[in-house]
């Protein structure tokens, strides 16, 4: 079941629909980094100490050339935290797409079955702030216990592979069941969804590829999710809106 469905997502990452979410969410995610780029340029620029002449006048004039050395390595730093963040940011940004993801994937693989449907545009923001902070958290215990030898590489992947999977399949049971069934689902199959994880977790390991583990891990969900229901038909759709 888990490698049928990270199978099914493998075949899809580079259809159409999936490049397309993968160019738009890299676009965003490069415009928001060089913003903030710029925006702390400015700022680091401004602490530089280009005004301590004006309060300290006389001061020997290699102080200035300590605050220009400054903000350059202030800049190279920053630029560096920036890269770093190219894969969580992209995350994020990934969320407001993840529900094109799954119709792609609803549309390939599964056009007899009833649609699900679209997660509220506040509830998906809500959900990408989750995963960023999930992915931030987790690498941060990882990172922690990079000190214990023998159990950093085994923490990251046991750790990522929880929250991963946890996240993505509840987005993708939210398509078609109440939160409350998402999360009952969820429990009555976490060791078969934790597993799952680990797939998750081995694509988000390797630099560059990591980019495309918000659409991997949405799609490998949205497979195993229609895999675990097709086997518990007595799940609960979400009611319908009242016209």
């Known amino acids: ?14 259809t159409p629909p999936f490049r397309s979410v993968f160019f738009k969410t890299i676009g965003l995610t490069l415009l928001l980094l060089v913003a903030s780029w ?8 401004y602490l530089a100490m280009p005004w301590i002449d004006q309060l300290f006048p006389g001061l020997p004039s290699w ?5 220009l050395i400054a903000a350059i390595v202030a800049g190279i730093g920053l630029a560096l935290v920036l890269a770093l ?19 792609a994937v609803e549309r390939d ?24 902070g999930i992915v931030v958290i987790g690498n941060v215990i990882a990172l922690l216990l990079l000190l214990v030898p023998g159990v950093n590489l085994i923490a990251f992947f046991v750790v990522n ?33 934790f597993l799952a994880g680990f797939v998750i977790a081995a694509l988000l390991s390797v630099p560059i590829v990591n980019l495309l583990t ?14 675990i229901a097709a086997r518990q038909p007595a799940t609960r759709r979400v009611p319908e809106p009242a016209r």
Do not use: C
């Open 85 to 103: 963040l190219i894969a969580p940011v992209s995350a994020v940004v990934a969320g407001i797409f993840l529900d094109e993801i799954a119709e």
């Open 109 to 132: 693989t599964y056009p007899q079955d009833p649609p699900g449907k679209a997660v509220p545009l506040g509830q998906s923001l809500v959900l990408s702030v989750k995963f960023f």
């Open 161 to 193: 592979a929880y929250l991963l999977s946890r996240e993505f399949f509840q987005f993708a049971a939210m398509r078609f069941v109440s939160e409350a069934d998402a999360r009952e689902l969820r429990r009555r199959n976490s060791g078969t969804i």
């Open 38 to 45: 710029f925006g702390a340029k400015e700022l680091f620029e």
């Open 63 to 67: 102080v200035g050339w300590l605050g």
């Open 214 to 227: 918000p659409l991997f891990g949405a799609a490998m969900m949205m497979h195993l999710y229609k895999a």
């Open 1 to 14: 079941m888990i490698f049928d469905a990270a199978r099914l997502a493998i075949s899809q990452l580079f």
